[in-house]
């Protein structure tokens, strides 16, 4: 296997840190050089977005503020940590709520809204995980931050079990909603079940499991398409590619934030950003000594 440089996006099994998928990926592609954009609870199945090589640079540049779930949220009981995993503190019958009154609580938790993330959230509080905190026996109440969901729709309902699908910004937490929904509704709720569909650009018809990648090891899209996936595309002549790969600025193009410039054999040479009339490299992916 030659140079593994570009995007793995992984369908994420339950059970697993993306901490531990991580290290699962170095041993089944043969390399280190591997990290992943954003997290999954353990829970949590689904779209997980891993760099491997130079594609480890666009980590931190990827747009991945939009993300999609489907999920299972059951009604009629709270937990500590708003999912299946925590201790149950409260408990009420749900048999008479209805299917209007669900899609009343979905509708007053759509939009632009404030939520408070869970306790066992790894928002840090001085200093410290918040789900640190409520492990060493402390009372964590987060403070709400605003959060957009774009839709939160029920697909299927069995007695207590909802079945429902979520398209929200980054930081909002599906665990909250379940708890929130729950409460709106006088019964309590918590997650059981989470999958992440999409994150950015990125879906599941790209994903491959773990499994699958034991017997094939790869990429789902190398550094050339994963930039023209990902980032809005500027294709230059030879001379502007020579200036690019050797580090100097080049003239701007008029394009808003960053994106990727490509020589004329379609190789990826850089992210840029402009500023001042000038184009300038603000990730060089080329590989060292290319022109």
Do not use: N
């Not at 059970?15 to 592609?29: E, F, K, P, Q, Y």
């Not at 747009?63 to 709270?78: E, F, H, P, Q, V």
């Not at 909002?172 to 650009?201: F, N």
Request: aromatic share 2%; charged share 20%.
């Amino acid at each position: 296997m030659g140079e593994l440089a570009g995007l793995l996006v992984v369908d994420k099994p339950s059970g697993l840190t993306s901490h531990d998928v991580v290290a699962r990926l170095r041993r089944l592609l043969g390399t280190r050089k591997i990290g992943h954009a954003g997290t999954l609870d353990p829970m949590a199945t689904g779209v997980l977005v891993c760099g491997v090589g130079r594609g480890t640079k666009l980590l931190g540049h990827l747009a991945l503020d939009s993300k999609a779930y489907t999920a299972t949220i059951r009604l009629g009981a709270s937990t500590t940590t708003d999912d299946a995993d925590g201790e149950i503190v409260s408990t009420a019958d749900p048999v008479g709520i209805t299917d209007s009154s669900i899609a009343a609580g979905m509708a007053a938790l759509t939009g632009d809204i404030q939520q408070v993330p869970s306790s066992v959230s790894a928002i840090k509080v001085a200093g410290q995980r918040a789900y640190a905190r409520v492990r060493a026996g402390e009372r964590v109440v987060l403070p709400a931050r605003p959060v957009t969901v774009s839709a939160f729709t029920l697909s299927a309902r069995r007695g207590p079990e909802l079945g429902v699908t979520i398209e929200c910004s980054s930081g909002t937490y599906v665990r909250a909603l379940a708890r929130d929904l729950g409460a709106a509704l006088g019964v309590g709720g918590h997650l059981t079940a989470l999958r992440r569909t999409r994150v950015g650009p990125f879906t599941l018809d790209r994903a491959r499991t773990l499994e699958q990648l034991a017997v094939v090891p790869g990429l789902s899209l190398d550094l050339d398409e994963a930039v023209t996936t990902a980032f809005p595309r500027r294709d230059v002549p030879a001379e502007l590619a020579v200036d690019l790969s050797h580090g100097r600025p080049i003239p701007a193009a008029g394009l808003v934030g960053t994106y990727g410039v490509f020589a004329p054999d379609g190789r990826v040479l850089a992210l840029v950003t402009e500023r001042g009339g000038l184009a300038r490299a603000a990730v060089v992916l080329a590989p060292a000594g290319s022109s």
